[in-house]
């Protein structure tokens, strides 16, 4: 292990916001268009105050989807999900965020922050040099009416060093998001596999390295359904959201030796017919990366939590990638229902 | 979607485009009228698709505009694809934007997202 690099493990925060239809609607939208009504001059200063800018986009009619110079930017009519990584401000944002959805007659709903753990906890700024400051800054910059909180690190026995983060705030105790997330962590990175994201001589920029690395590396067989947005770093790395109707996909890595590092994330229905299951999803994801080491956090909103498709998930990525479940923790969180934390290692190293 | 009706003002069938500025179609007959104007040609047809949600198409225009004024001798053509659906069908623009390269009528290339660099890449490829 390196003693300092680029920083893989990402913040994210999501916020949601009540359906307000009188004043938000749009006439050539069906669907009202709520918080993408945000101009982009108004998202870029927040982003800049988050130390990071846009390199790519893509929308359709259900949402937007930025790739940023650091991670990941969505952008729902009544939810927004930005996702940072390296040493980025990503908690700046709130308040501005909520300040442009209220000049749009929004009022948020619900607030949730998670993180897994840095690998270099030390390199990281204020506050995000301890969890308990983190939650400090992001309570006071949440209205009262998110009145139900919590906020718990979920540590793995066997290996306290890689726990998952959560603080949650609501208005109701009720989840109110249809979609499950799913939080795929990933470190040591197989080096063979890492290699397809460092860019090479010839290719012609960062867009159509970008695309060659999503067809080499099988990114783009994990749904064929979804667009890929996709762009690579100098001198590597390699970002992509996945956009198919109202779902998205984004993948991030960091593929030096010594800190490699790659997140899959997705929202996706549990009951998504032909549209490939989550275990299935999960297992081309992890596959082209080969990681010695994984986690899963899954947040399943306003799904009942179905122990089979936990059990699912571990069979299926112990029968194709050798790969077993050494903890499984799970909690309740107010407004984001159950979430569950798993870790994965190679079965024989 | 899209207007049929005639109007005094109508544009005349040889169309007016402006070089070196994004063309905004304001109705179907003049999509029509530049369309088969340009298949004579061995003349570079850009077909920029947008819509009124899509805030990376707004992100991109400032970028768009610029790059355009570097290309008098390509034709660029904002099409909206909910005044103009058929259109936005028949070249499968779901995903915003997208930038469809047409040469002699039929389509060679796209850029889909708000890429400048592949733009820039993808006009100097196919000009000539």
């Given at each position: 292990m ?114 897994g ?39 793995p026995?066997n290996n306290?060093s890689r ?21 795929v962590c990933m470190t040591e990175l197989d080096p063979v596999n890492a ?62 030796d010594?800190?490699s590092y790659a997140?899959f ?14 275990a299935?999803?999960l297992s081309r994801a992890i596959d082209v990366f080969r990681p010695s080491c994984v986690s899963i ?16 998930v571990e069979r299926v990525l112990a029968k194709k990638l050798g790969l077993k479940c050494r903890s499984r ?13 798993q870790s994965f290692t190679p079965r024989r190293r | ?128």
């Amino acid at each position: 292990m390196a003693v300092s690099g680029f920083e893989g493990f990402e913040k994210r925060l999501e916020l949601r916001f009540f359906n307000d239809n009188t004043t938000t609607t749009s006439t050539t939208n069906k669907s009202p268009m709520g918080l993408r009504l945000i101009d982009f001059e108004s998202l870029d200063q927040v982003l800049t105050q988050v130390q990071c800018t846009v390199v790519s986009a893509v929308a359709n009619h259900s949402f937007d989807a930025y790739v940023l110079s650091e991670s990941s930017l969505f952008v729902y009519p009544t939810k927004i999900i930005i996702k940072t990584c390296g040493t980025t401000q990503l908690l700046k944002s709130i308040r501005p965020f909520i300040h442009l959805a209220r000049t749009l007659n929004l009022t948020l709903r619900a607030c949730r922050y998670s993180r897994g753990s840095f690998i270099f906890p030390k390199s990281q700024p204020f506050p995000h040099t301890s969890f308990e400051d983190e939650v400090v800054i992001v309570e006071d910059s949440l209205p009262k009416s998110l009145r139900h909180r919590k906020a718990f690190v979920m540590t793995p026995s066997n290996n306290p060093s890689r726990a998952w983060h959560v603080f949650t705030a609501s208005a109701d105790v009720e989840p109110d998001e249809p979609l499950v997330v799913v939080e795929v962590c990933m470190t040591e990175l197989d080096p063979v596999n890492a290699l397809s994201f460092f860019r090479r001589k010839g290719d012609e920029n960062n867009d159509s390295a970008g695309k060659e690395m999503t067809r080499l590396s099988g990114i783009d067989a994990i749904n064929e359904n979804a667009f890929v947005c996709d762009f690579a770093f100098d001198p590597c790395g390699y970002s992509m959201n996945g956009v198919d109707g109202d779902r998205y996909s984004t993948i991030h890595v960091t593929p030096e030796d010594g800190f490699s590092y790659a997140s899959f994330e997705c929202g996706l229905s549990l009951h998504d017919d032909g549209r490939g299951d989550i275990a299935e999803v999960l297992s081309r994801a992890i596959d082209v990366f080969r990681p010695s080491c994984v986690s899963i956090a899954t947040t399943y909103g306003g799904e009942d939590y179905d122990r089979e498709v936990t059990k699912r998930v571990e069979r299926v990525l112990a029968k194709k990638l050798g790969l077993k479940c050494r903890s499984r923790l799970m909690d309740e969180f107010p407004g984001s229902g159950t979430v569950v934390f798993q870790s994965f290692t190679p079965r024989r190293r | 979607m899209g207007s049929n009706v005639s109007s005094v003002h109508d544009v005349p069938s040889s169309t007016e485009t402006k070089n070196g500025l994004v063309v905004e179609m304001e109705s179907r007959r003049q999509w029509r009228s530049l369309f088969d104007s340009m298949k004579g040609s061995n003349k570079l047809l850009v077909i920029d698709f947008t819509a009124a949600w899509c805030g990376p198409c707004k992100a991109m225009e400032p970028k768009v505009k610029e790059i355009v004024s570097r290309y008098p001798e390509a034709v660029f053509a904002r099409v909206d694809v909910d005044r103009f659906m058929d259109v936005a069908g028949t070249y499968r623009a779901n995903t915003l934007p997208a930038f469809v390269f047409v040469k002699r009528g039929e389509e060679i290339d796209r850029v889909v997202g708000a890429k400048p660099d592949e733009l820039v890449y993808k006009i100097e490829t196919h000009r000539v």
